[in-house]
Every structure is written in structure tokens, then in C-alpha cells.
């Protein structure tokens, strides 16, 4: 996971521009989300993080590995205990069609800016009810596990589960 200086490479959403100030875009595995099959086990996933600095989020962005089945990817963005390791309310919300050109290409989720605060823990979801969507992940020995946040994915709300040693690849933006 990388902090990005405020520098860093702007770029525009919803006509504001926004840079990068947490990317984990190391990856070397792929984690499933959407059906395995039509209409049965859907597989979801998240990422928690903290956010390294206050300011304005307008865009989240995940690695896409592979689409095996073309369809509506949707992300919520949730406030997140960690220590009682529970998802707030949904402050935000993004949906995006997915197809197989989308393979091999980060994914962009726009938002309506959201104001997150420095140093609190926050974390996305996402579920694609019809598609089968790959997503870039990385995997870490137990020596070093990821410290920002935590992998989130299982077959419903239930029984997902939580991993220090996993991680999407992702990227949030905050307006400049």
C-alpha cells in the first residue's frame, strides 16, 4: 500500500479534480465476486481502509483480473468498526455495467463527493448480483500482512470473513 503525496497525479470526477491518496495495487491472485452459477452463490467482497488524510471522495478504483460473465458490478461505501469488525450504514453508492473488455483494466467507480475524516476507518463493498467478475487481489506471507485494512469476501453478509494477509488492488481518490 502505497500513501501518495498531494502531488501526485490529479485527475477529474464530477468535474473536480481528485488525486490518489491510498493505492494497494500489487497483485498476484484473483478473488471471484458475482454468481459462480446463474443465480446461485453469489460471491461478495470489500476492502477496509484507513484513510490517510481528510478531504472529499469521488472515486474508487479496483483491478479487474477477468470478466467471465458481462454484467453490473455495485460498490458501497461504508464507515467500518474495526475492532467490533462492523460495516456502518452505506455513505455512498456506485454502480458499473462490466464486460470482457473491461479484463485487465482498473475499474473506476464515481461518487458524489463524501467527506472522510484522517484516520478513520472506512470500507467498500462489492457485489455483482448477475456478473462473474475477477478481481486483481494480493496475497502476503504471514510475516507481513497488510497493515491499512482488511480483505473482506465469503458467500453472503453472514459468514464473510475478514484477512490481514489479503488485499484487493485498489485506489481512492480525494478532491483536490
Not at 82 to 93: H, K, N, Q
Not at 108 to 118: D, G, T, Y
Request: charged content about 20%.
Amino acid at each position: 500500500m502505497k500513501t501518495i503525496p498531494q502531488s501526485s497525479q490529479p485527475s477529474q470526477s464530477f468535474g473536480r479534480q481528485s488525486r490518489p491518496v491510498l493505492t494497494q495495487i500489487e497483485n498476484n491472485t484473483t478473488l471471484w465476486v458475482g454468481n459462480l452459477k446463474q443465480g446461485v452463490n453469489e460471491r461478495i467482497a470489500g476492502q477496509t481502509f484507513t484513510c490517510p488524510s481528510e478531504g472529499l471522495l469521488n472515486n474508487i478504483q479496483v483491478f479487474s483480473s477477468a470478466v467471465t460473465r458481462p454484467g453490473e458490478l455495485q460498490l458501497t461505501l461504508h464507515e467500518f468498526d474495526a475492532s467490533s469488525r462492523t460495516w456502518g450504514p452505506a455513505i455512498a453508492d456506485s454502480k458499473l455495467t462490466v464486460d470482457k473488455d473491461h479484463t485487465s483494466s482498473w475499474l473506476r467507480f464515481e461518487l458524489e463527493p463524501v467527506q472522510l475524516k484522517k484516520n478513520v476507518a472506512y470500507g467498500f463493498r462489492l457485489h455483482a448480483p448477475e456478473a462473474l467478475i475477477g478481481l486483481g487481489e494480493a496475497a502476503r506471507e504471514a510475516k507481513s500482512p497488510f497493515n491499512f485494512g482488511m480483505s473482506w469476501n465469503g458467500n453472503n453478509e453472514e459468514n464473510a470473513k475478514f484477512f490481514h494477509y489479503f488485499s484487493l488492488a485498489f485506489k481512492v481518490e480525494l478532491c483536490a
